[in-house]
Protein backbone atom coordinates (compact mmCIF):
# COMPACT_ATOMS: atom_id res chain seq x y z
CA UNK A 1 0.00 0.00 0.00
CA UNK A 2 2.84 2.47 0.28
CA UNK A 3 4.50 1.97 -2.96
CA UNK A 4 0.82 2.88 -4.50
CA UNK A 5 0.46 5.88 -2.49
CA UNK A 6 4.05 7.12 -3.12
CA UNK A 7 2.76 6.71 -7.32
CA UNK A 8 0.14 8.44 -6.63
CA UNK A 9 1.72 11.23 -4.50
CA UNK A 10 4.28 11.17 -7.77
CA UNK A 11 1.44 11.40 -10.03
CA UNK A 12 -0.70 14.09 -8.22
CA UNK A 13 2.86 16.06 -8.06
CA UNK A 14 3.63 15.65 -11.94
CA UNK A 15 -0.13 16.98 -12.63
CA UNK A 16 0.86 20.02 -11.42
CA UNK A 17 4.18 20.40 -13.09
CA UNK A 18 2.67 19.55 -16.76
CA UNK A 19 1.44 22.93 -17.73
CA UNK A 20 5.32 24.57 -16.59
CA UNK A 21 7.07 21.50 -18.43
CA UNK A 22 4.95 21.98 -21.52
CA UNK A 23 5.67 25.43 -21.56
CA UNK A 24 9.29 24.99 -21.27
CA UNK A 25 9.54 22.54 -23.52
CA UNK A 26 6.85 24.88 -26.40
CA UNK A 27 9.85 27.80 -25.66
CA UNK A 28 12.97 25.54 -26.28
CA UNK A 29 11.31 23.33 -29.37
CA UNK A 30 10.77 26.99 -31.01
CA UNK A 31 14.16 27.96 -29.99
CA UNK A 32 15.40 25.05 -31.51
CA UNK A 33 13.18 25.05 -34.40
CA UNK A 34 14.35 28.80 -35.08
CA UNK A 35 17.85 28.08 -35.42
CA UNK A 36 17.51 24.97 -37.58
CA UNK A 37 14.64 27.34 -39.83
CA UNK A 38 17.76 29.75 -40.19
CA UNK A 39 20.02 27.42 -41.23
CA UNK A 40 18.14 25.64 -43.49
CA UNK A 41 16.58 28.77 -45.84
CA UNK A 42 19.95 30.58 -45.72
CA UNK A 43 23.21 29.63 -43.59
CA UNK A 44 23.79 26.84 -45.87
CA UNK A 45 22.73 28.62 -48.96
CA UNK A 46 24.99 31.17 -47.83
CA UNK A 47 27.87 28.34 -47.50
CA UNK A 48 27.31 26.84 -50.69
CA UNK A 49 28.29 29.75 -52.62
CA UNK A 50 31.41 30.23 -51.04
CA UNK A 51 34.50 28.06 -52.56
CA UNK A 52 34.79 24.70 -50.99
CA UNK A 53 38.07 25.04 -48.82
CA UNK A 54 36.23 28.04 -47.55
CA UNK A 55 32.29 26.41 -47.01
CA UNK A 56 34.07 23.42 -45.49
CA UNK A 57 35.78 25.35 -42.91
CA UNK A 58 33.08 27.86 -42.05
CA UNK A 59 30.68 24.54 -41.51
CA UNK A 60 33.64 23.02 -39.55
CA UNK A 61 33.73 26.14 -37.31
CA UNK A 62 30.65 26.30 -36.71
CA UNK A 63 29.88 22.54 -35.91
CA UNK A 64 32.41 23.08 -33.06
CA UNK A 65 30.85 26.86 -31.86
CA UNK A 66 27.12 25.37 -31.75
CA UNK A 67 28.61 22.94 -28.26
CA UNK A 68 27.59 25.45 -26.23
CA UNK A 69 25.70 24.84 -22.63
CA UNK A 70 23.18 27.69 -24.15
CA UNK A 71 22.29 25.62 -27.06
CA UNK A 72 22.92 22.34 -26.03
CA UNK A 73 20.35 22.62 -22.99
CA UNK A 74 17.98 23.83 -25.68
CA UNK A 75 18.32 21.14 -27.81
CA UNK A 76 19.15 18.32 -25.54
CA UNK A 77 17.15 19.74 -22.35
CA UNK A 78 14.32 20.01 -24.50
CA UNK A 79 14.46 16.91 -25.52
CA UNK A 80 14.99 15.28 -21.47
CA UNK A 81 12.05 17.39 -21.03
CA UNK A 82 9.75 15.58 -23.64
CA UNK A 83 11.20 12.06 -22.03
CA UNK A 84 9.38 13.11 -18.89
CA UNK A 85 6.05 14.36 -20.67
CA UNK A 86 6.14 11.05 -22.53
CA UNK A 87 6.19 9.35 -19.44
CA UNK A 88 3.60 11.79 -17.62
CA UNK A 89 1.09 11.58 -20.62
CA UNK A 90 1.30 7.76 -20.07
CA UNK A 91 0.05 7.96 -16.57
CA UNK A 92 -2.07 10.84 -16.92
CA UNK A 93 -3.58 10.30 -19.88
CA UNK A 94 -7.44 11.32 -18.99
CA UNK A 95 -5.62 14.93 -18.28
CA UNK A 96 -6.92 17.60 -21.31
CA UNK A 97 -4.89 17.84 -23.87
CA UNK A 98 -2.62 14.74 -23.51
CA UNK A 99 -3.06 13.55 -26.82
CA UNK A 100 -1.20 17.24 -28.20
CA UNK A 101 1.26 16.92 -25.42
CA UNK A 102 2.23 12.82 -26.30
CA UNK A 103 2.50 14.13 -29.76
CA UNK A 104 4.39 16.65 -29.20
CA UNK A 105 7.04 15.30 -27.12
CA UNK A 106 7.68 12.00 -29.42
CA UNK A 107 7.82 14.22 -32.31
CA UNK A 108 10.16 16.84 -30.96
CA UNK A 109 12.42 13.65 -29.37
CA UNK A 110 12.27 11.79 -32.41
CA UNK A 111 13.26 14.72 -34.66
CA UNK A 112 15.57 16.73 -32.72
CA UNK A 113 17.69 14.35 -30.43
CA UNK A 114 17.71 11.44 -32.13
CA UNK A 115 18.03 13.03 -35.76
CA UNK A 116 20.33 14.93 -34.80
CA UNK A 117 22.82 11.97 -33.12
CA UNK A 118 21.85 9.84 -35.85
CA UNK A 119 22.33 11.90 -38.77
CA UNK A 120 23.56 15.81 -38.62
CA UNK A 121 26.47 14.54 -36.17
CA UNK A 122 27.74 11.62 -38.22
CA UNK A 123 27.67 13.89 -41.28
CA UNK A 124 29.83 16.87 -39.68
CA UNK A 125 32.37 14.56 -38.23
CA UNK A 126 33.02 13.30 -42.15
CA UNK A 127 33.34 16.92 -43.47
CA UNK A 128 35.57 17.15 -40.36
CA UNK A 129 37.91 14.82 -41.46
CA UNK A 130 38.44 15.70 -45.25
CA UNK A 131 40.84 17.88 -46.59
CA UNK A 132 39.14 20.47 -47.56
CA UNK A 133 41.31 21.29 -50.70
CA UNK A 134 40.98 17.79 -52.13
CA UNK A 135 38.65 16.40 -54.90
CA UNK A 136 37.08 13.88 -51.72
CA UNK A 137 36.56 16.86 -49.63
CA UNK A 138 34.70 18.53 -52.59
CA UNK A 139 32.76 15.20 -52.91
CA UNK A 140 32.05 15.15 -49.27
CA UNK A 141 30.87 18.86 -49.25
CA UNK A 142 28.82 18.04 -51.93
CA UNK A 143 27.31 15.31 -50.63
CA UNK A 144 27.18 17.15 -47.04
CA UNK A 145 24.88 20.11 -48.99
CA UNK A 146 22.59 17.81 -49.90
CA UNK A 147 22.18 15.09 -47.20
CA UNK A 148 22.34 17.77 -43.96
CA UNK A 149 20.34 19.94 -45.04
CA UNK A 150 17.96 17.49 -45.50
CA UNK A 151 17.85 16.01 -41.86
CA UNK A 152 17.99 19.93 -40.82
CA UNK A 153 14.59 20.24 -43.27
CA UNK A 154 13.16 17.23 -41.02
CA UNK A 155 14.44 19.22 -37.35
CA UNK A 156 13.03 22.20 -38.44
CA UNK A 157 9.84 20.85 -39.02
CA UNK A 158 9.36 18.63 -36.67
CA UNK A 159 10.80 21.18 -33.80
CA UNK A 160 7.80 23.84 -35.12
CA UNK A 161 5.67 21.03 -35.37
CA UNK A 162 5.96 19.75 -31.73
CA UNK A 163 6.00 23.33 -30.55
CA UNK A 164 2.13 23.97 -32.07
CA UNK A 165 1.56 20.47 -30.42
CA UNK A 166 2.64 21.44 -26.92
CA UNK A 167 0.70 24.79 -27.75
CA UNK A 168 -2.35 22.97 -28.65
CA UNK A 169 -1.61 20.89 -25.07
CA UNK A 170 -2.23 23.83 -23.29
CA UNK A 171 -5.31 24.95 -24.76
Known sequence: MLYGNRFLIWRTNMMKLLPTLTFIAAIGAGVVGGVF??????????????????GIA????????VITPTFMTALFG?????????????FG??????YWLLAGAVIYFIGNPIVTMAFNVPLNDALAAVDPAS????AVWTNYLS???????VRTITAIVAMACFIMALI
Not at 58 to 65: C, E, F, H, L
Not at 81 to 89: D, G, S
Request: glycine share 6%; aromatic share 10%; charged share 5%.
Open 37 to 54: FAFSNFVMAALARLPVPS
Open 58 to 65: AMNSISVT
Open 78 to 90: TGLICLVLIAATL
Open 93 to 98: WSQSGS
Open 135 to 138: ANGA
Open 147 to 153: EWVMWNH
